[in-house]
């Protein structure tokens, strides 16, 4: 079992453009959600997706989306990017009644 | 609204000591708790997890314990080594009959344990 996967694992973009990260589940999990950790602080919540539709969405603009395919896997999509998009994105996984795995993380830097 | 709270923020101990980290949460309805380790710039490996009917949880040398009519967690490391020094997060969900997963998370206790 591969555990929690994500794409790419560094990412640098230029503020105004757009950034799609990737995140594969583990196995058998149906439930895919998206944090963001600035350095120092706990990772956020931005939004879960279950059965391929956001049931929970956490204090995040419009400008983070989502998607999660037939397979489970998920994208998060983040346009006009500003400095302040600047952190780790961590993909969890999870069913429920159990606990949350955590994929190793993509470092996006805008400039 | 959640709020979670660690303490201590970071934590420096020598090689073989005990050593007990703090959670506490304001909303005692929770469905779980979990405890988390992070290396620097990496993901989270999932600890402990602790259901709301639950007051612990062993693995190995880590130990978690949970009240939650007082909004507390703590975890109890023992006979700490170098490689333990990381990052510790706990987190709660509410309390949710559908299984959602939102995490609330504190800021996490950095540990060192010095060789």
């Known amino acids: 079992d591969a555990g929690v996967t994500q794409s790419p694992t560094h990412l640098i973009k230029t503020r105004g453009q757009q950034v799609t990260l990737r995140c594969s589940p583990k196995?058998?999990?149906?439930?895919v959600s998206w944090y963001q950790q600035a350095l120092g602080q706990g990772p956020q919540f931005i939004f879960q997706?279950?059965?391929?539709?956001?049931?929970q969405r956490g204090n995040f603009p419009d400008r983070f989306s989502g998607h999660q395919f037939p397979n489970y896997s998920s994208e998060l999509n983040v346009n006009a990017l500003l400095l302040g998009d600047s952190a780790l994105y961590l993909c969890?996984?999870?069913?429920?009644?159990?606990?949350?795995?955590f994929g190793q993380g993509t470092r996006l830097t805008v400039v | 609204k959640q709020e979670v709270t660690q303490i201590p923020a970071a934590l420096s101990v020598p090689e073989g000591e005990n050593l007990v980290l703090n959670c506490s949460f304001t909303?005692?309805?929770?469905?779980?708790l979990q405890w988390f380790r992070q290396d620097p710039g990496k993901g989270l490996t999932s600890l402990l997890l602790?259901?709301?009917?639950?007051r612990e949880q062993t693995s190995g040398r880590l130990n978690a314990s949970l009240d939650k009519s007082s909004g507390r967690s703590t975890l109890y490391i023992a006979a700490s080594q170098p490689g333990d020094s990381a990052t510790y997060l706990c987190?709660?969900?509410?309390?949710?009959?559908?299984?959602?997963?939102?995490?609330?998370f504190g800021k996490g206790t950095k540990l060192s344990v010095i060789p």
């Open positions: 969890a996984s999870s069913l429920a009644g159990g606990g949350a795995f």
């Open positions: 196995s058998g999990h149906d439930t």
């Open positions: 997706y279950y059965e391929e539709e956001e049931r």
């Open positions: 909303d005692s309805a929770i469905y779980n």
């Open positions: 602790i259901q709301s009917s639950q």
């Open positions: 987190a709660v969900p509410p309390y949710s009959g559908a299984g959602s997963y939102q995490l609330t």
